[in-house]
């Protein structure tokens, strides 16, 4: 059983898991430095000015009142200590990656929502009759060993509800959400917890008297219908714990290119140390291309000289880019053409414009 979406599925037959980390990039930073661990700190996007505005905030800073969107004026007149951070997006993708990494040695259906979220389908892991805390619990250690950060976890029986409740307990929190806990535990909240309920619909449905989760549960489908149209519609489903929506794997096609590059430990001048460097790529991209049952049309081919600069050429290929042969004739034309005297520091190639190979090819192939 692969992970493909199938669009006849009903319901999910194990728990869904919906993991986001906890003040992720404040706790990127005190990852990189244990030091900050203890300390209250922010991430802002001007840390030298007092203007600067708070992008994130660890749970030492959050139990001192200093919020997400406060300026950093605001927040030292709370806390005059508090440590700024400029936002390091490389260091944040480099986090999410290994935290993306091990979320996917868990099950093979997993829907990334962002740098850190994602949900895992566990049905393959655990049906309704296991208690799905201990996983989450071991995946939690996991993540806190490999990565260094916390993650909360939200347990349920589909994606809506475990989206919903994966910051009941931040951080670090694992709360599950059986079906028949939703009315005593999801229906006394507020409208605007609602997943997807912005500001505007809920105070629009507090006006009518839809103050809890629970007030829109029992709101006749027409009526929310004729006010709300069908994103009314929708939350009123959603508040009902009603949503089959399947936790969707990112398809292998949706990759806009396989590439590979090496950077070497001394400077290459000679012609065939290059071209057996652009082979080494070569081959590792048709390799990829392969375990991902894809072939490609567009071929580039990058360099970068001594002096520190960086090159890039493509082509267009007419035939399908797979195999090692046809990779490495593109990319040594390409090489050739570029007429480079400087000597190199790395190569790289790269192939594009992915597709499933034609049936039509497979078919004779059999
Ligand atoms: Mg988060």
């Not at 028949?180 to 507020?190: E, F, H, N, S, T």
């Not at 006010?227 to 292998?252: E, I, K, M, Q, Y």
């Not at 190199?344 to 192939?351: E, K, Q």
Request: glycine share 8%; proline share 5%.
């Amino acid at each position: 059983m692969d992970g493909h979406f199938d669009p006849f599925r009903k319901a999910a037959s194990g728990w869904i898991f919906h993991c986001d980390a906890d003040a992720f990039y404040a706790s990127c930073h005190m990852a990189e430095d244990t030091a900050l661990r203890k300390l209250p700190v922010v991430v802002a996007g001007d840390p030298k000015s007092r203007h600067g505005v708070i992008v994130t905030a660890n749970y030492a800073a959050r139990n001192l009142g200093i919020r997400t969107g406060m300026t950093l004026g605001t927040a030292r007149l709370l806390c005059p200590e508090v440590v700024a951070i400029e936002p390091d997006k490389p260091l944040y993708r480099r986090y999410s990656q290994a935290l993306h990494g091990i979320l996917s040695q868990y099950t093979i259906n997993r829907e990334p929502l962002s740098l850190d979220e994602a949900w895992l389908d566990m049905n393959q892991v655990l049906n309704f009759n296991d208690d799905p805390r201990p996983v989450a619990a071991e995946l939690q250690s996991r993540i806190a060993e490999m990565v260094g950060i916390s993650v909360s976890i939200g347990v349920s029986v589909n994606k809506m509800l475990a989206k919903q409740i994966s910051d009941w307990n931040k951080p670090g929190g694992i709360t599950l959400l059986r079906h028949q806990d939703i009315p005593d535990k999801l229906w006394p909240r507020p409208i605007s917890e609602l997943f997807g309920c912005g500001p505007v619909t809920a105070r629009k449905m507090t006006k009518l008297g839809i103050v809890t989760i629970g007030d829109l549960a029992e709101q006749g489908v027409a009526e929310i219908m004729h006010r709300f149209g069908w994103h009314g519609l929708t939350l009123r489903l959603r508040a009902t714990g009603d949503d089959n929506s399947p936790v969707v794997n990112p398809r292998p096609e949706d990759r806009r290119s396989v590439s590979a590059e090496h950077t070497t430990a001394y400077d290459m001048a000679r012609e065939e140390d290059i071209l057996g460097l652009i082979g080494q790529c070569a081959e590792e991209v048709s390799r990829h291309l392969e375990q991902l049952g894809l072939v490609g049309y567009t071929l580039s081919i990058k360099w970068r000289t001594r002096d520190f600069v960086t090159h890039t050429r493509q082509m267009v290929s007419y035939a399908a880019l797979c195999d090692t042969q046809n990779i490495f004739r593109l990319a040594s034309r390409l090489w050739a053409q570029s007429g480079e005297k400087k000597a190199i520091r790395l190569a790289g190639v790269s192939v594009s414009r992915l597709k499933q190979p034609s049936q039509q090819l497979r078919f004779w192939d059999e």
